[in-house]
């Protein structure tokens, strides 16, 4: 099991007790591939809903985003109908309501139901009627129709430049160096984000462990050129980057595992804070963005990171230790921009893993808008079970569930982004 939760063997990834996550076996997947795929499973088309939730199919043993019955809220268990031929049943609890099925001795006779939508003059089983079945097909189809509007606005299909695109490259350094923030699944999404909408991105994986690279699918198995060759034996990025399938406008540069060993081979380098700068500034104007994911860690590859960025984002998971050892980064920050790149500065803040069931999550928020000011996004990214599955298939949530609510909130993020930097430049006058 990796540190951010992820096992390396999907079959061991339900819950204990779940019977489809012992005896499902994937041939397809391959240990230490970039991603493992269900037989039959196409990664270029992500599934329907009923077969995303469906029996055969890992999402089964993710939890769903609404609370499931059972729960201390309890409630009775309906199928959605979300596709005709679904067959999957996400359990939603719902107040309990007599109904002529649901009562066996329920009387023919019209229940005494004060209804205001009913027309003037409808009888009271009209009314009655009315008032039981309306509230089923509004819940149902305009969260569908608004899911698809949103799926095709996000996927831009069109090509067009629909996020304006900064005047010079903007350098962003996605740090925190707490571990499982969000950092790389913030980096993936927003890079996705912004290339599907008419900007150049670069995604430059910093982590050994190439979480990045495996969330965009691109190879980073030992001997494939990475990201060390460029800090370690000065070789040109255009030589290690690789374009991103399916997502025009996105580059990589993957990680390897020798990336773990460039912390202490780095020490020994000349120039070795400033290693990846050079590298980037190789190729102005090339890119819109460029996005390095930095490792949970304040070494020297995440000093290479701020030494290369103009701006800092740092993702904070709303949860009760979350601003734990911040102030140790802006420290570092600090110590950065003093001696080794005065244009530095933290221009986003971007509340992850929102959770708006718990008043904790309200808490962090207010806290860290208190303290952060503007620099927090108004987009907040919601705890989705959506987001976490997409990288097992080598896919952004924005491409593998557009229509969900991680899909959404990363896209609204990547706008603002896209947004302020048109509307106040960082760095432009350094
Ligand atoms: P970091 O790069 O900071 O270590 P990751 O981006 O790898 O953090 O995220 C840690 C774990 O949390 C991953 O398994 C990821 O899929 C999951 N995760 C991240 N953001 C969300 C989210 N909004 N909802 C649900 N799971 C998330
Ligand atoms: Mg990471």
Redesign the pocket.
């Given at each position: 099991m990796h540190d951010?939760?992820?096992h390396d063997d999907p079959r061991v990834t339900g819950s204990p007790g779940d019977p489809v996550s012992r005896e499902t076996d994937y041939p397809n997947w391959a240990p230490g591939g970039a991603s493992f795929r269900p037989p039959g499973w196409d990664a270029a088309a992500p599934p329907s809903d009923a077969e995303a939730v469906g029996p055969e199919h890992p999402a089964t043993r993710a939890a769903p985003d609404v609370p499931r019955a059972g729960n201390p809220a309890g409630g009775r268990v309906i199928p959605i109908r979300r596709n005709a031929s679904a067959s999957a049943r996400f359990e939603l609890p719902v107040p309990q309501q007599p109904t002529p099925d649901s009562v066996p001795d329920a009387t023919p006779e019209p229940v005494p139901v004060t209804d205001t939508t009913a027309a003037p003059g409808a009888s009271a089983a009209e009314a009655a009627y009315v008032s039981r079945e309306t509230p089923t097909r509004e819940e149902d189809d305009p969260p569908l129709a608004m899911e698809a509007m949103r799926a095709v606005q996000i996927l831009n299909p069109s090509g067009e430049v629909t996020m304006p695109r900064p005047e010079r490259t903007r350098v962003m350094c996605v740090a925190?160096q707490?571990?499982?923030?969000?950092?790389?699944?913030?980096t993936v999404n927003l890079a996705v984000a912004l290339a599907l909408h008419g900007n150049r991105v670069l995604v430059v994986d910093l982590?050994p462990q190439g979480?990045a690279s495996t969330g965009l699918n691109v190879p980073h198995h030992t001997g494939v050129p990475d990201v060390y060759d460029c800090l370690i034996n000065s070789v040109p990025l255009e030589e290690v980057a690789q374009g991103v399938e399916g997502i025009p406008n996105l580059w990589c540069v993957p990680a390897t595992i020798d990336l773990a060993g460039a912390e202490i081979e780095l020490v020994s380098v000349v120039a070795r804070e400033s290693r990846l700068a050079r590298a980037i500034a190789a190729y102005p104007g090339h890119f819109d963005y460029v996005f390095i994911?930095c490792p949970?860690s304040l070494g020297l590859l995440t000093v290479n990171a701020l030494v290369a960025a103009q701006e800092v984002l740092i993702?904070i998971q709303c949860e009760y230790y979350a601003l734990e050892g911040l102030n140790q980064l802006i420290n570092n920050i600090n110590l950065v921009r003093q001696h080794l790149n005065p244009k530095l500065d933290v221009s986003t803040i971007l509340l992850?893993?929102y959770d708006r069931r718990t008043r904790l999550a309200d808490a962090v928020e207010q806290d860290v808008r208190n303290h952060f000011g503007d620099k927090v996004l108004q987009a907040v990214?919601?705890?989705?079970?959506r987001?976490?599955e997409a990288?097992s298939y080598g896919q952004s949530v924005m491409t593998y569930d557009p229509g969900s609510r991680?899909a959404t909130s990363y896209f609204e993020a990547a706008q603002e982004i896209a947004e302020r930097g048109v509307k106040e430049p960082v760095g432009r006058n350094a």
């Open positions: 951010d939760g992820r925190n707490k571990g499982g923030v969000g950092k790389t699944t913030t982590d979480n994911d949970p993702p992850t893993m990214i919601p705890r989705n079970v987001v976490s990288p991680g």
